[in-house]
């Protein structure tokens, strides 16, 4: 599986990582409101929350991959 880039969109990430959004919600990052994916990619939906050096959560989500 390749690397999870910036520009994924949270629908893909989700879609292809479903482990995703227990991750992402350790970094504040809310991904799943109402049962749906949020809109945007994750550089969007991190920059919302003040993260805009994705290396500590894009490292993460490899880590999880194994």
Not at 14 to 37: D, K
Request: proline content about 5%; charged content about 25%.
């Amino acid at each position: 599986m390749a690397a999870i880039e910036p520009d994924i969109t949270i629908e893909e990430l989700l879609r292809q990582r479903p482990e995703a959004s227990a991750i992402l919600r350790r970094f504040g990052i809310v991904c799943i409101q109402c049962g749906e994916p949020v809109w945007g990619t994750l550089r969007e939906v991190a920059a919302e929350k003040g993260i805009h050096d994705l290396t500590e959560v894009l490292a993460a989500l490899a880590a999880a991959r194994g």
